[in-house]
């Protein structure tokens, strides 16, 4: 199973980018979690988002209310959209997919939120 997170860029603050988590390998997408995590230079991976199969979502509370996650099951795909995008959002965002004891995570992609 591979996942790739791609949809990343520059962009002012203010602005939005949507980011893609496209899994292949894999016919189970449908029952996967997929929580979003980034990794801004010099501090440690942080949580920013899940959905699980049922839908639910939880998000870190400095992203609450700007970014919301859903996914495509048909497309193997989950989304993270980012609105009012601020410096402090910069960093590598990954997509992870688990299920059950399985944990898959691939390469992320970089968002620079900067004027």
């Known amino acids: 199973v591979q996942l790739q997170a791609s949809g990343g860029g520059l962009v002012q603050p203010g602005g939005s980018l949507r980011l893609s988590c496209t899994a292949s390998?894999?016919?189970?997408?449908?029952?996967?979690?997929i929580p979003w995590h980034r990794q801004a230079p010099g501090k440690p991976r942080e949580f920013v988002a899940r959905?699980?199969?049922?839908?639910?979502?939880v998000y870190q509370d400095s992203v609450q209310d700007r970014f919301t996650v859903s996914r495509d099951n048909a497309k193997n795909t989950g989304y993270l959209q980012m609105s009012s995008l601020k410096p402090e959002d910069t960093a590598v965002y990954f997509c992870?997919?688990?299920?059950?004891?399985?944990?898959?995570w691939g390469q992320g992609t970089q968002v620079t939120v900067s004027s």
């Open positions: 992870n997919g688990v299920i059950g004891p399985y944990d898959y």
């Open positions: 390998g894999s016919v189970y997408f449908a029952r996967y979690t």
């Open positions: 959905i699980d199969a049922t839908g639910r979502t």
